[in-house]
């Protein structure tokens, strides 16, 4: 496939939008209000607004390999930040998928380059967890581990003082984990949705922010 045709392909998208709803995209240039926000792996197989069948304007996104949620990387913590403070939306959706290529890296021991440093602490998730890893097959283990990620990168949007913040301040807020299966399409819930700072184990949570000085 030639660039050239995916230009063609905008014309023809932005077209067909505009024939159905001729205010669309008026409506949307003035404001965004979407609710949700996605963290998902950088797969092309699962692009965000398809799969939950959300149109233009009502998904915020984050994709990262593994879709890791990592408290030093400044992109993720922007995105959190805009998600939460500025456009307030309800829920934050961890989407993790099986078969993910750099769960399977780590669960490897081929070195890949400047990707075993951002996949590193898949190594200690499997570390801490490798028990129920012994009488898998190779695919069932990066399954596993997909599922495992997902739920430690939910904790981990929630040990955030921002999220943690916004709970304080009386805001609703629910972070859930997902996954998504390229075979089937199908997303499951893994059912490990926090919505309160209650819900976290005490070691991470935070006591209401007050500024020095007050
Ligand atoms: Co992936």
């Not at 965000?48 to 069948?53: F, H, L, P, R, Y």
């Not at 490990?192 to 006591?207: A, G, K, N, P």
Request: a negative charge; one cysteine or more.
């Amino acid at each position: 496939m030639e660039v050239s045709q995916l230009l063609d392909n905008n014309r023809f998208w932005a077209d067909s939008l505009n024939a159905r709803d001729p205010a669309f995209f008026q409506r949307l240039a003035a404001q965004q209000h979407p609710e949700f926000l996605w963290i998902g792996c950088s797969d092309s197989r699962v692009p965000a607004n398809e799969v939950v069948g959300l149109m233009p304007g009502e998904l915020f996104v984050h994709r990262n390999v593994a879709n890791m949620v990592v408290a030093t990387d400044m992109n993720l913590l922007s995105v959190l930040q805009y998600a939460v403070d500025v456009l307030q939306v309800r829920h934050i959706i961890v989407c993790g998928h099986y078969g993910c290529g750099g769960v399977r890296a780590a669960l490897g021991r081929q070195e890949l380059g400047l990707i075993d440093n951002w996949l590193r602490s898949l190594k200690g998730l499997y570390h801490q967890h490798r028990d129920r890893f012994q009488a898998l097959e190779p695919d069932a283990q990066v399954d596993l581990l997909c599922e495992l990620n997902v739920e430690r990168q939910v904790r981990n949007v929630c040990h955030t003082t921002l999220v943690q913040n916004a709970w304080h301040r009386g805001q609703p807020l629910a972070v859930h984990g997902w996954i998504y299966g390229l075979q089937d399409g199908h997303i499951k819930d893994l059912g490990v949705s926090v919505s309160d700072s209650r819900q976290i184990d005490s070691t991470f949570q935070y006591d209401r922010y007050e500024a020095f000085g007050e």
